[in-house]
């Protein structure tokens, strides 16, 4: 009989010298070449694992690490910068934890799995309906991703080969895009802001004829509520696709992608309906017009009726490599995502028209008061004079870490540190203010901020 050498793989030792000599290499060690030794483990080296505990002994201990982090439950946040500290009602997370919707996976035989298709096709039809786009897929990992793919759409339908994007776009967002254009040899060209929204002047002198795409963000990352009419006029007389990378939120009082004249309209869907968790797992949503359906990547559902004429769901389009033949699928890193799409969907239902309405009135009014409420003692100016929604960026003479430190032994959650991502934006603090918000809570956080200095 041959050795086994290993008690949990079922390969012996002549089954891996055969699959060595079918790839050409001679031996294990060889497949990692590439890694640099001193981070290999030699063949008497073992891991520096600890020993078994008992469970009491594990729970004590990740329950001590787990009661190192902060929690929004113990701090008010006013941190936003592409998460926010929005309210959940109480039935998402009871209805989403039901072991038929946690447990459930993409529909591999999606027409057995109704339930399933039903949850993807209300999401792909609220979505649609909040961005005033005609088609919506199901779905993305996260806004980065959404952003990605909504560029290898664009060069794919222009036959182009540049995108041009703003600085005003989440920087998150901006590294994603680079990443996955690099691979794909898509030249990314990247536009600078002046007073803190996309500069026209250059986005004119930019635009050209291998132009596939400019992505804007409304509102942009400062919270300012771009002026997307020009931006509009200037991508489609040069012939490319308008991408805008929205907040969902804000599409209860703003005007939606489809209104503006967007071709794709993407965005993260984290503030509808999904915790901050530390920063994901999230959602990215991804809407087009009809004109652009067939190069959508992932799946679409749709609605159909049965040989009885009983309503029922199918996988309409899908363009995944599982489906189609590999080399003409759109994409291959597109998941359902569909437990976090489920809790879009409910949300959205659980809130309507008038509530996600509400939610963005909110937001747009307690956002207001808090400026002026910081503002007012003249200590913080303000970085940029343009209007905004629920986030905005203030500047001072002093650090804004010992700001936010200040604010953090006052149990707040202070702004985000704009040096991080934008050096010439030194000591100025980006702060969100979302429904959750209380007066009391943003008069003490202006308040702690006039302390400091």
Do not use: W
């Amino acid at each position: 009989m041959a050795n086994v050498h290993h008690k949990y793989l079922p390969t012996t030792t002549e089954d891996e010298q055969q699959m060595l000599k079918a790839i050409g290499v001679d031996n294990i060690e060889e497949l990692y070449d590439d890694v640099p030794k001193e981070f290999l483990l030699g063949p008497n080296d073992k891991l520096n694992l600890e020993g078994p505990h008992s469970e009491l002994e594990v729970a004590r201990r990740v329950g001590a690490l787990g009661r190192k982090n902060v929690t929004t439950d113990e701090k008010v946040c006013f941190l936003g910068a592409g998460a926010y500290d929005h309210y959940i009602p109480s039935l998402i997370g009871h209805l989403a934890g039901r072991g038929e919707f946690f447990t459930a996976y993409t529909p591999y035989q999606p027409e057995i799995s109704q339930g399933t298709l039903q949850t993807i096709f209300e999401f792909q039809s609220m979505i649609s309906e909040l961005t005033g786009m005609d088609v919506t897929n199901a779905s993305m990992y996260d806004g980065g991703t959404a952003a990605a793919e909504a560029s290898f759409m664009a060069t794919e339908n222009t036959r182009r080969n540049s995108i041009i994007v703003s600085k005003t776009v989440q920087p998150s967002v901006r590294e994603v895009l680079a990443t996955y254009l690099n691979i794909r040899d898509i030249e990314l060209v990247e536009i600078d802001m002046a007073d803190g929204v996309t500069d026209i002047d250059k986005l004119k002198a930019a635009l050209g004829d291998d132009t596939a795409g400019v992505i804007v963000q409304n509102p942009n990352f400062f919270g300012i509520i771009e002026d997307m009419t020009e931006i509009e006029k200037l991508t489609h007389d040069n012939k490319s696709l308008l991408i805008n990378y929205v907040d969902p939120i804000s599409l209860g009082v703003l005007k939606s992608p489809g209104e503006i004249g967007a071709d794709i309209a993407i965005g993260d869907a984290q503030p509808l309906g999904n915790p901050l968790k530390y920063g994901g797992s999230y959602l990215g949503f991804f809407s087009s017009t009809k004109k652009l359906v067939r190069r959508m990547p992932g799946r679409i559902v749709g609605q159909s009726v049965d040989v009885d004429g009983k309503r029922g769901f199918v996988l309409t389009l899908q363009a995944r490599e599982q489906h189609i033949r590999r080399f003409k699928a759109t994409s291959n890193i597109c998941s359902n995502q569909g437990l976090i799409a489920l809790m879009v969907g409910m949300y959205l239902s659980t809130m309507g028209k008038e509530g996600i309405r509400e939610v963005a009135e909110q937001c747009a009014q307690k956002a207001h008061y808090a400026y002026n409420q910081i503002i007012k003692g003249g200590k913080f100016k303000p970085l940029f004079d343009k209007p905004f929604f629920r986030e905005f960026a203030v500047t001072s003479d002093v650090d804004s870490a010992k700001v936010n430190e200040e604010l953090f032994k006052n149990d707040i959650l202070g702004g985000y540190r704009l040096s991080e991502k934008y050096e010439e934006l030194e000591n100025a603090l980006l702060i969100a203010v979302t429904e959750k918000r209380t007066k009391e809570e943003i008069d003490k956080l202006a308040s702690v901020m006039e302390g400091v200095i």
